[in-house]
């Protein structure tokens, strides 16, 4: 019997492991029949025919009396005809013959099956049942069961056609997933005959066809001053200045609209604009998010680099290779380096919890994120249900998923310690400043170096930076008084390992027997005695508690051998260095004093140096001595020397010092990136069964995703990830989704409602399209044309669709109320972020500056940010659990999940933000004032003006008057301009305005 | 009971003082007609509840079991001697399982009411209501860490974004005050996971929580984001109110029928009725100086939180649908988090038995109790033995205890138990899971059938987890 890892055929009822990413709520009978299959293979043969008949029937009544009651209350509920958790039922014979995902749960005889191991609680991670332990005469009833042939009648439960197989839905086959619309080749599809009509494009002819099939017939075209807004919002997200108003409703040129697209196309806003929506996409964020979330503090660059490679319009394949594999395509541009690298924070800006302790998990739960995100934002596809098991409804087996993590687990993502953290890589120099760094590092490097030996050498020669009484963690032992040699003289015996991690010692460094050896070590001591006499031995150690408590110190002196034992946790009495061990006579020549490790417990031994202290007739009444350390101007000639040399070093390494920070302060600031890298050795990994990282099924080859592949793609090299071919695989024409994903992302941000309206799911879970062709033809057009993102959207808003009122004629509701067929312009909401840039815009306080960190310097952590900046939104710090307000308010896209589509609620908070928020009581009161310093005469033309601002458009009679009587004083309908009165009186106009429903929308 | 039944019912349909505005949005509501067009209308559970709202009293950081509700005397006999326990923390980092020192409790107990359930001298006002209490002795969860657990405990999920409880049960059920939001927390922490505790993650943001307040400040100034504008004097609010009634009206006359508009508009009317009757409800003015005691208000130690305890009675009372008061602050180290001096875990208890205890007996006078669920509890409970042989105790997923009340839960109950020492459940487990899957019960939901599709899938508080406790339904 195979067990693998710890969490055998139990999952559900975990009490500490960590669960499954995500399980299923229903369906739950499709159990692993794939499994299942397999360990029938390898199923138990009750082989012994030694099991006698008595042995039989004991077991029988052991089963019917024990085991059956038990099974029926405690077991069957969730491993029965009903539920099999962990693949398993207890309510037939062949239930647990076969076993769960952990293969046969009893075999007749072992003593050591599965069941009997988790009922007996014998593993923390699996015990059963899970609410409490059985009684222990139960569980030995079980136990006699089993070893006594585990006799079993049950042949069918009673609900038998209910067998897990019988009615589970089936994942789809590779072939059938292939016949499904979304991995069939995109092809160009003929242009529908619709005859002399109202389209203008060529897509408005799929769309007309469409139209004309129910009878339906298209809104007329939108007047120029609702396009001017809608198209402003939907290319830059800004609103249009009066003036920009005014010039595009004169401008009598028949191509006016097209200058406007293209004039809107070429801004940076654009860039700003549309960078944002691939934002959404890849839940960009700038904290790592979870409990104890950790700032992202360069994640501004991939940031800047969406921005810039729309405003570049950077090709989407392109951009997709750069964002995968950027790190690994070659080029010889360092700027192009420089994004390339940058784009791979794609991989990176998940939602992590990076102190997981269990590394291997960790891991697998990035990779499992990043399949997570390139898998929905680039495919269309939640591949992420098959880290658990196959794909429950499209043709993604757990084969093709841990192909494709092989792949991200051979790359590079995390740096390991405690909490963990993102790779980081640094970013390429410009060739001008690189020579000039290279030149300064070098330099850098060899001072650093100098000052490094410079301090080894102050140290050899005692020196201490910080002035303390023994001047520093090491003593020389000219320092000391009488006879002293240190470790460094001495005979060792055994492996003794040198260390300088706690002081006072002796010399360079001290010694210690690692704990190891016991018995085996020793450190002979042979100093020479130049007059016969008493003297007083003593030992140095470095004392700390773990250390030995009872080192072995041997003396052989004239009348024989002395053992004493020395605690070396208690620091030594004299000077904290030197521990006396007695006084013993010596004759002249060499003495010997051992250190030991015999019998030595409780941490390690340590030796270092001894001292012999002449007895002089004066000591002897006196008793102890209370130092043997001399002062530096006490000590020898030599002692002297090195005073003069650790002067001269510290004047050196004070010098080289100085130099380092200055020249650190020139050095050419060399920026990181969050960015990948491959593995240093790339491998295949193992199917983990129900996605436990610990629970090892078969080893898979790494790969793409077989159900969008063909047959002519590169092998992956064993030395490389794979990273590269899976960026090509993906960007490539011929892969079925891409192209249709991001042609109908782009769709659905013009149109506000996808071809295909689960615009993250094109799966069999996810919407159809309601134009196939239409998708086709825009997915087509868009490759052919170099993958580029303006021609695509410029194709777009050049369309009578895009160009229809939004009107709700009510012939065309009775048949389509939900605008399936695009029989009108689908009216858009603001977005928070529109609503704020307007906000900002209005009242002149917008800072437009491109690109560029916007964290606050010195942001440790996002919990209490102050969003105080002026610029636009999308340069807003996105903190996984700390976003503006407003974000939060309006639907924000949630950086903790992927998601290309934004909710439009429609709640009390929004309203009491409108209503109340200092932001739009302060900006209200700006906008007032700015408009009061113009030079329009009336409350009119204030008004008026005010409108356009606002919404674009003058106001109806209505509108006037409910305007005018607000800004004007009920007594004598006219106010003073100049007075706070007014200011108040036009702010609350804007407020009424920013509020209204024509602002909220664009119609 | 007919009193306190009219003045719920006239909190809820009416709400405070805005009588006339309030009637002509419910005639606009009922005009339009039908729930379809509300999501958080008043929903039918699945089957009859047992309870119809919850109240759920945080104890943020993780009170320890076997100082308050989890006696053990095996803790005294062994007090200071060293065993080998599986540390949750250091079984995670070195997959070991380490030595420990045994700490008996510094606190004593004693046997309280009928049921003879033992409290520790930390909680003497809850000790009197044990007779009305549910304790789960055999709850054990996942996560090692604050943030991790928090997040488990609110969301189902340590890490992935999942809604809150609180939006589940919303979602489930609408609410019953149309002025109110039908969730709300009173001073949630901003850390831990902040926001993310409250939130609605993929339910529509109908359902999200409304937080009053923030972990850290005064509960006296404790207010909904927004609710309030210092600028503009009621008159001048209502004028501008006025004015975007009239744009509007203009506006959507081009659109009638228009769903989207008329959301908007209604989001506007609600927002107004909040502003003018949450503060009423907020403001405890009015609560007679006798029922302010039985919460502590008005001594320092106490205060704070029985003024949120008594907001979460004003709230109920006005059919909040789920309501939670957090005893937090914002620290990665929060409150109830004695690593060393356990003996602070005394300051915790001081300022949260009294309020807990007055707003026991509070809802069991008013007939609350009936059909409101209590739940009071930590994230997780403490290790039985010292931390790093200190004078503190470490976090314990393993086994931990949460008390109940009301809402259709056995009275002077206790169900599961936890090993000799207090460290494992071992018996009447009870995993988070099955909890947040017992509570979904008590409301009349089934926590296998209340999904949301997300993702090509439907999501659900409780995973593929979970199991009712129906050993403590009475």
């Not at chain 1, 429950?392 to 740096?415: E, H, L, N, R």
């Not at chain 1, 503006?884 to 908070?909: L, M």
């Not at chain 2, 690593?339 to 038995?353: F, I, R, Y």
Request: aromatic share 8%; with cysteine; net charge negative.
């Amino acid at each position: 019997m195979i067990v693998h890892g710890s969490c055998r055929f139990r999952f559900d009822h975990s009490s500490s492991g960590r669960r499954g990413s995500d399980g299923f709520a229903f369906a739950r009978r499709i159990v692993w029949v794939m499994l299942l299959i397999g360990f029938a293979i390898c199923s138990p043969v009750i082989s012994s025919l030694a099991f006698a008949e008595e042995s039989r029937e004991r077991s029988l009544e052991l089963f019917e009396k024990h085991v059956r009651p038990t099974l029926v209350e405690h077991c069957v509920r969730c491993h029965g005809p009903k539920k099999q958790k962990g693949g398993l039922r207890l309510d037939i014979r062949e239930g647990w013959e076969e076993g769960g995902d952990s293969g046969p749960a009893v075999v007749a005889g072992d003593p050591e099956s599965l069941l009997l191991q988790v009922i007996r609680y014998d593993d923390l991670s699996l015990e059963m049942p899970p609410k409490g332990k059985l009684p222990d005469a139960t569980i030995a009833a079980f136990e006699q069961w089993v070893v006594s042939g585990a006799a079993d009648p049950r042949e069918s439960s009673m609900d038998s056609s209910d067998l897990p197989t019988s009615d589970a839905v089936k994942p789809p086959t590779l072939e059938e997933g292939r016949e499904f619309w979304a991995f069939q080749p995109v092809v160009q599809p003929a242009l529908p005959d619709t005859g002399e009509s109202w389209a203008v494009k060529d897509l408005d002819r799929f769309v007309f066809a469409r139209l004309q099939e129910h009878g339906l017939t298209p809104n007329p075209d939108a007047e120029r001053i609702v396009l001017l807004r809608r198209l402003y919002f939907d290319l830059i997200g800004l609103p249009p200045t009066t003036e920009q108003v005014d010039a595009f409703l004169n401008d009598p040129s028949e191509n006016a609209y097209e200058d406007l697209v293209d004039r809107l196309l070429s801004s940076q806003h654009f860039g700003e604009r549309w960078g944002r929506h691939w934002l959404d996409v890849v839940r960009f964020a700038e904290s790592s998010g979870g409990g104890r979330t950790l700032l992202f503090p360069n994640a501004w660059r991939y940031r800047d680099y969406v921005i810039d490679s729309f405003f570049q319009d950077v090709p989407y394949d392109q951009f997709l290779r750069q964002q995968i594999a950027g790190d690994l395509l070659p080029t010889d541009d360092w700027e192009q380096k420089a994004r390339n690298l940058t784009a791979t924070a794609f991989l990176l800006l998940g939602p992590i919890n990076y102190e997981m302790q269990d590394k291997d998990i960790l891991e697998m739960d990035i990779v499992d994120e990043q399949l997570d995100t390139i898998g929905k934002a680039m495919m269309g596809m939640t591949i992420g249900c098959a880290r658990c098991h196959d794909h429950k409804f499209d043709p993604i087996p757990a084969a093709d998923y841990y192909a494709m993590a092989g792949i991200f687990k051979s790359t590079q993502s995390v740096i390991h310690s405690n909490v963990s953290k993102w790779n980081m890589m640094d970013l390429p120099l410009a060739p001008s400043e690189a020579e000039n760094f290279e030149e300064q590092s070098t330099k850098l490097a060899r001072l650093e170096g100098e000052l490094k030996s410079a301090k080894q050498a102050f140290a050899e020669v005692g020196g201490s930076l910080d002035g303390s009484s023994i001047q520093s963690k090491s003593l020389p032992a000219d320092r000391l008084d009488g006879i002293v040699m240190d470790d460094v003289d001495a005979e060792r015996i055994g492996d003794w390992v040198q260390s300088t991690s706690i002081g006072v010692f002796v010399g360079r460094h001290y010694i210690h027997d690692a704990e190891q050896g016991r018995g085996a070590k020793r450190v002979i001591y042979r100093p020479v005695i130049d007059a016969a006499g008493r003297y007083r031995v003593f030992v140095s150690y470095t004392a700390s508690n773990n250390r030995a408590t009872n080192t072995q110190v041997q003396v052989r002196h004239v009348d024989g051998q002395e053992s004493v034992r020395v605690n070396q946790r208690n620091r030594p009495s004299i000077d904290g260095l030197l521990e006396p061990i007695g006084e013993f006579q010596f004759e002249q020549g060499p003495a010997e004093i051992v250190i030991s490790n015999d019998g030595a417990s409780g941490g390690v031994v340590i030796a270092d140096a001894i001292v012999l202290l002449p007895v002089t007739d004066a000591e002897e009444t006196d008793g102890q001595a209370s130092s043997l350390v001399r002062s530096e101007s006490d000590a020898s000639d030599e002692a002297q020397a090195s005073k003069v040399l650790r002067d001269r070093l510290r004047s050196e390494i004070k010098e080289l010092e100085t130099k380092i920070k200055g020249l650190k302060k020139r050095l050419p600031k060399r920026a990181a990136v969050m960015a990948t890298k491959d593995a240093a050795s790339p491998k295949d990994i193992h199917i983990a069964i129900r996605g436990q990282t610990h629970q090892l099924g078969d080893l898979v080859p790494r790969g793409m995703m077989q159900v969008a592949s063909w047959d002519s793609l590169p092998p992956i090299p064993t030395a490389e990830s794979g990273r590269r071919q899976f960026a090509e695989w993906i960007s490539s024409p011929q892969h079925p989704l891409t192209s249709r994903v991001m042609a109908n992302r782009v769709w659905y941000w013009l149109m506000g409602r996808g071809i295909v309206s689960s615009v993250d799911n094109f799966g069999s879970m996810g919407q159809s399209p309601t134009h196939p062709l239409l998708l086709d033809h825009l997915a087509s057009k868009f490759v052919e044309r170099g993958w580029s993102i303006k021609a695509l959207i410029r194709e777009i808003v050049l369309s009578r669709t895009y160009r229809m009122t939004s009107a709700a004629t009510p012939e065309s509701v009775a048949v389509d109320p939900e605008n399936q067929l695009f029989w009108r312009s689908d009216r858009k909401r603001l977005r928070a972020e529109d609503i704020r840039d307007s906000l900002l815009f209005v009242s002149g306080d917008l800072d437009t500056r491109y690109g560029g960190s916007n964290i606050r310097p010195g942001t440790k952590i996002e919990y209490g940010y102050r969003f105080t900046s002026k610029r636009r939104s999308v340069y807003m710090p996105v903190f996984r659990n700390t976003l503006p307000e407003i974000f939060e308010v309006f639907d924000f896209a949630d950086p903790n999940t992927q998601a290309g589509s934004r909710g439009a609620s429609a709640v009390a908070s929004q309203a009491l933000w409108m209503m109340n928020h200092p932001m739009m009581m302060e900006q209200s009161e700006k906008a007032a004032t700015r408009l009061l310093g113009q030079s329009l005469v009336s409350d009119e033309d204030r008004v008026r003006h005010a409108y356009m601002q606002v919404v674009s458009r003058p106001p109806t009679e209505r509108e006037l008057d409910v305007a005018i009587s607000l800004v004007t004083s009920s007594s004598d309908g006219s106010t003073d301009i100049s007075s706070d009165v007014a200011v108040s009186r036009y702010a609350m106009l804007y407020r009424v305005l920013f509020q209204c429903l024509d602002f909220r929308y664009l119609n | 009971m007919s009193l306190i039944t009219t003045r719920r019912e006239a909190l809820r349909s009416v709400g405070c003082g805005f009588g006339l505005l309030a009637a002509s949005a419910l005639a606009q509501r009922n005009a339009s007609g039908s729930s379809k067009s509300n999501p958080l209308a008043a929903k039918q559970p699945l089957f009859p509840p047992r309870a119809k709202r919850v109240i759920f009293i945080f104890m943020q950081g993780g009170p320890s079991q076997v100082d308050t509700f989890d006696y053990k005397p095996m803790l005294e006999q062994l007090d200071g001697e060293n065993q080998a326990f599986d540390d949750a923390r250091v079984l995670a980092k070195t997959k070991e399982i380490k030595q420990h020192r045994v700490f008996q409790s510094p606190w004593k107990f004693k046997q309280y009411g009928d049921c003879g359930q033992p409290v520790s001298e930390l909680f003497p006002h809850i000790a009197k209501h044990v007779d009305d209490l549910c304790f789960l002795k055999g709850m054990h969860t996942d996560g090692v860490a604050h943030g991790p657990a928090t997040l488990f405990m609110h969301t189902g999920s340590i890490n992935l974004v999942r809604p809150s409880v609180g939006s589940w049960v919303l979602y489930g059920l609408g609410s019953e005050n149309e002025n109110l939001p039908g969730f709300i927390t009173l001073q949630p922490s901003m850390g831990n996971g902040g926001p993310r505790n409250f939130n609605n993650a993929f339910l529509p943001a109908v359902y999200q929580g409304t937080a009053v307040g923030r972990a850290g400040t005064s509960a006296k100034d404790a207010r909904i984001r927004n609710l309030r504008n210092d600028t503009l004097s009621p008159s001048e609010q209502l004028r501008q109110l006025e004015a975007l009634r009239s744009l509007n009206a203009v506006q959507a006359a081009n659109r009638p029928g228009d769903r989207e508009f008329e959301a908007v508009i209604n989001s506007y009317e609600l927002a107004w009725r909040m502003q003018n009757s949450v503060p009423d409800i907020l403001n405890l003015a009015d609560e007679p100086d006798h029922v302010q005691k039985m919460y502590g208000i008005g001594q320092k130690a106490t205060d704070d939180f029985g003024r949120q305890c008594l907001m979460a009675r004003r709230l109920c009372e006005a059919g909040v649908r789920y309501i939670q008061v957090n005893y937090s602050d914002n620290g990665n180290n929060p409150r109830w988090d004695q690593h060393s001096n356990l003996e602070k875990h005394a300051d915790h208890a001081m300022a949260t038995d009294q309020p807990v205890a007055g707003l026991l007996a509070d809802l069991k006078q008013r007939g609350l109790l009936e059909d409101t669920l209590v739940w009071w509890g930590g994230e997780f409970g403490r290790t039985p033995y010292a931390q790093s042989n200190g004078t503190g105790r470490d976090h314990n997923p393993y086994g931990f205890t949460i008390f109940l009340a009301g809402g259709g839960v056995k009275r002077g109950f206790s169900h599961g138990t936890t090993d000799e020492f207090g460290h494992h459940a071992i018996e009447g487990k009870v995993h988070m899971h099955d909890w947040h899957a017992t509570l979904l019960h008590l409301l009349g939901l089934d926590h296998e059938e209340l999904t949301f599709m997300h993702d090509g899938r439907p999501f659900r508080l409780t995973d593929v987890y979970g199991d009712v406790v129906t050993e403590i339904l009475a």
